[in-house]
């Protein structure tokens, strides 16, 4: 089924400021945006439109009672120029759950594609050609909804919009691994893409940084035991030539980098273990020499690599980056894959179409 997707383009591209040599991360926006309303019971109103600021009410509820998720994609170009995804169904998937657990109406699927597929087409001369960087493509929804008593919306906004990001942790990081506050609890939100879990990531994160370390490294609600992820991404451990990752048992995000990095190993022939792993493990292994590697996943952060992680008052410095051998091979293949240097054989590329309309 094709939406409607009415477009109005900017008269004022910004494309000419920006710097491509010199791109941080998440401050620069690009020309247009994509937004739908939600009203009536039904998604309307489809627009794609100049990029820039929008109105809300002081009462509007995502700002009082967090009804808000949120997607991170990327899009990324050949060497031809020609523009790409990486596995983009998954992130309506994944919205839509996270919709679901917040009591807010699922986003169809093809009128995301369409959309997201517009909009990229649109701006895709503001896809940067720099290794390790990309368009970040930003999907969210929100309750617009004008009250202020405590129940679920009945009108919501969603939006997308894209940026020129370069690499999210430009050097290995550093992990506090957090003793003292939760992500969540298992029945909570932890495994959707909630704002709330991120705004319960800042005061721990910014502890860790005041005591010299990147990001937190979560641990379970109950025991302070199991891991979870970190602040910003999902988390792998290399363990004797195993490779771990923590179960996604609810409480923590279903990544698909890690998805896609699960996969990956698996069909080169690695053992992939996802289950309940505790921090004790860890520092057995550390201790008797056998944790090799360790690495986040994310959109943002795609692989990032670890070289530390601080637990119980003991600093635990990894393997050398020049030893990272599976890190190295998922972080260069993933690279790969976008940049259209690594061939596809899963079907996880899809090229960006231009805007149908209905
Ligand atoms: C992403 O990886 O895209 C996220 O949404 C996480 C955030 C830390 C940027």
Redesign the pocket.
């Known amino acids: 089924m094709k939406f409607n997707i009415r477009l109005n383009k900017t008269e004022n591209s910004k494309l000419s400021e920006v710097d491509f040599d010199n791109i941080p991360f998440?401050k620069v926006f690009s020309d247009h945006m994509f937004v739908a309303e939600y009203k009536d019971g039904e998604w309307k109103d489809m627009r794609i439109e100049p990029f820039g600021y929008f109105e809300v009410h002081p009462a509007c509820l995502a700002l009082h009672y967090g009804q808000a998720i949120?997607?991170?994609?990327k899009a990324s170009a050949d060497a031809e120029g020609n523009a790409y995804f990486l596995r983009p169904e998954k992130h309506i998937e994944r919205l839509n759950n996270s919709a679901r657990r917040l009591c807010m109406p699922e986003f169809p699927e093809e009128a995301f594609l369409q959309a997201v597929h517009g909009l990229v087409d649109l701006d895709k001369e503001w896809i940067p050609k720099a290794k390790g960087s990309a368009l970040?493509i930003?999907p969210y929804m929100f309750a617009d909804g004008e009250f202020l008593g405590v129940r679920p919306s009945d009108s919501y906004k969603f939006i997308i919009f894209t940026g020129p990001v370069g690499p999210?942790y430009p050097k290995p990081v550093s992990l506090f691994a957090e003793t003292k506050y939760i992500r969540a609890a298992e029945g909570g939100i932890g495994e959707a893409?909630a704002s709330g879990n991120?705004s319960a990531s800042l005061l721990p994160a910014r502890e860790a940084i005041e005591k010299g370390y990147d990001q937190i490294l979560w641990l379970d609600a109950k025991e302070f035991r199991y891991i979870q992820e970190v602040?910003?991404?999902n988390i792998f451990f290399v363990i004797d030539g195993k490779v771990i990752t923590p179960v996604a048992g609810g409480t923590i995000l279903k990544g698909i980098?890690r998805d896609t990095v699960i996969k990956l190993l698996r069909s080169k022939g690695y053992e992939v273990e996802e289950r309940p792993v505790t921090i004790d493990e860890v520092a057995e292994a550390h201790k008797n020499g056998t944790l090799q590697e360790c690495f986040g996943t994310?959109?943002?952060?795609v692989v990032a690599h670890v070289h530390l992680i601080a637990y119980n008052g003991e600093d635990m410095t990894l393997p050398a980056m020049e030893t990272r051998k599976i890190g190295k091979f998922v972080k260069d293949t993933i690279d790969g894959l976008r940049d259209g240097t690594v061939e596809d054989t899963e079907g996880w590329i899809v090229p960006v179409k231009a805007l149908e309309t209905a």
């Open positions: 998440g949120f997607e991170g994609m970040y930003r999210y893409k991120y602040g910003t991404m980098t994310g959109t943002a952060a």
